[in-house]
């Protein structure tokens, strides 16, 4: 177990500054995704008076690079000018107003920026306040779709090992992180898991194509099987994020999608994690060429800025909800804040840099110097998998290279990354015994020099 790093340790210099708002904070605020017990001494709270770019700065003056982009929503950096412009000229103008019934011009015209960037046939779309909220959307929509056009059987969903997709019960349900979902098993539907296409678990001298041709015989079984009892098939392109950046080749999607037309069944993309650039495309289905039926977006979607996220879907699936009143086929899911005008505006803003900057070449310049940063751990006898899709990096903490052999949870060998990063003024957040690397768009190459070299440190701690 990692010794306890003192409240008053070297990297918080006035105490007193921040450790009012820490006690003040451990009397009432219970954290997400913590176990608050850790806030006693073994983990630092860091209180943070404000941000500007990818830095944070606590109420010492101590400053933080976002290595992880605040839990993979922010874009563009904090504080971003035209994002804050544009939320203050919503202000004056409308903070909300119902969506059931009325409408304002920032959820039109995001609306019309949306379908515009998306994959061309995704033409509605339906709002919702987080990312698990979306999936929820997306799955009723689609089992409702089917009993609305006569397919009642159709009710059941097929996700992937180690998929991650929220942790409301629905979202849980179709994920498959243990670590979130054990506890609530007696709580949630049975969906059908078919063996993930993660590139990390291909043999030796196979490709990610042949690797994720090979891994979507398992899905083809399934669908071949249980179509008539499918609604869905639910994936994150790409990227399994939560389950340690797990990465695959753009083929399963591909295969996927024919498979889903061939069988009847609908394909749900969760892009609220890697959409937005974060693979190198716009979204990640660009780079398999395909349109699903659903797509969930969020995080990314407001630049980091306010709760929103979106489900766009076809106007076939729209059209199946589309009838007389007494017909009660409408699609009656609400949230009272959907399509929020503050989030919307921001939302505008953050496609509107997208429009006016180059960001995808940026990043692309960007990924090429972390791939180059990243290279040597590749040789690290602790280190297996190092990995990268767009501006997403990661490799796996390992006792042996050779074998893959895991260190036991239990260690939390990731910890110790976490808080030797703090001391050098960087927030990394190790996935267990991944560290990963998923920043804002406004960093720089000597900032990505900076969170390697400290992961490089980490990594030397925590493994001696």
Not at 444 to 464: F, K, Q, S, Y
Request: aromatic share 10%.
């Amino acid at each position: 177990m990692p010794e306890p790093l003192p409240i008053t340790a070297k990297n918080d210099p006035d105490a007193a500054a921040n450790a009012s708002w820490r006690q003040r904070d451990l009397a009432h605020v219970w954290h997400p995704c913590t176990q608050m017990k850790d806030h006693d001494a073994l983990v630092p709270m860091i209180p943070i008076r404000s941000a500007t770019g990818p830095w944070l700065t606590d109420f010492a003056g101590q400053r933080y690079l976002d290595a992880i982009s605040s839990w993979w929503v922010n874009l563009f950096g904090h504080a971003n000018p035209r994002i804050n412009a544009a939320v203050r000229a919503q202000l004056d103008s409308l903070e909300h107003v119902i969506l059931a019934g009325f409408t304002h011009e920032p959820v039109v015209r995001l609306s019309e920026a949306l379908t515009a960037l998306a994959p061309q046939g995704l033409n509605r779309c339906f709002y919702a306040d987080n990312g698990s909220s979306a999936v929820e959307v997306a799955m009723k929509m689609s089992f409702h779709y089917w009993r609305n056009v006569g397919h009642t059987t159709k009710r059941r969903f097929v996700t992937l090992s180690g998929s991650y997709h929220g942790e409301t019960l629905g979202a849980l349900a179709v994920g498959n992180v243990e670590l979130y979902k054990e506890v609530y098993k007696p709580l949630l539907m049975e969906v059908l898991t078919v063996d993930s296409p993660d590139a990390f678990n291909r043999e030796a001298g196979m490709s990610e194509a042949d690797w994720a041709r090979r891994q979507f015989a398992k899905m083809e079984s399934v669908l071949a099987e249980h179509a008539h009892e499918i609604a869905a098939v639910i994936i994150e392109p790409l990227v399994q994020c939560a389950t340690g950046m797990r990465m695959y080749d753009p083929l399963y999607l591909e295969l996927l999608r024919e498979a889903c037309d061939r069988h009847q069944v609908h394909l749900i993309a969760d892009e609220i994690a890697v959409g937005f650039g974060r693979t190198g495309t716009l979204f990640a289905c660009e780079q398999a060429g395909i349109r699903p039926d659903l797509m969930c977006l969020s995080k990314g979607l407001t630049g980091g800025y306010l709760p929103l996220s979106v489900v766009l879907t076809t106007d076939s699936i729209y059209t199946a909800f589309y009838d007389e009143y007494e017909k009660l086929n409408a699609f009656l899911h609400s949230h009272s804040y959907t399509g929020n005008a503050l989030a919307c505006a921001a939302a505008l803003a953050t496609l509107e840099i997208f429009r006016d900057e180059p960001v995808l070449e940026r990043n692309r310049a960007l990924a090429r110097h972390f791939a180059a940063a990243v290279a040597p751990f590749a040789d690290h006898p602790h280190v297996a998998g190092v990995r990268q899709r767009g501006m997403i990096t990661a490799f796996d903490m390992v006792r042996d290279r050779t074998s893959r052999e895991p260190y036991p949870w239990q260690e939390r060998r990731g910890l110790r990354v976490y808080r030797h990063a703090l001391t050098r003024g960087v927030l990394l957040r190790p996935i267990g015994n991944v560290v990963y690397f998923m920043p804002p768009y406004v960093i720089e190459p000597e900032h990505i020099d900076l969170m390697v070299e400290v992961a490089r440190e980490g990594l030397e701690l925590a493994c001696a």
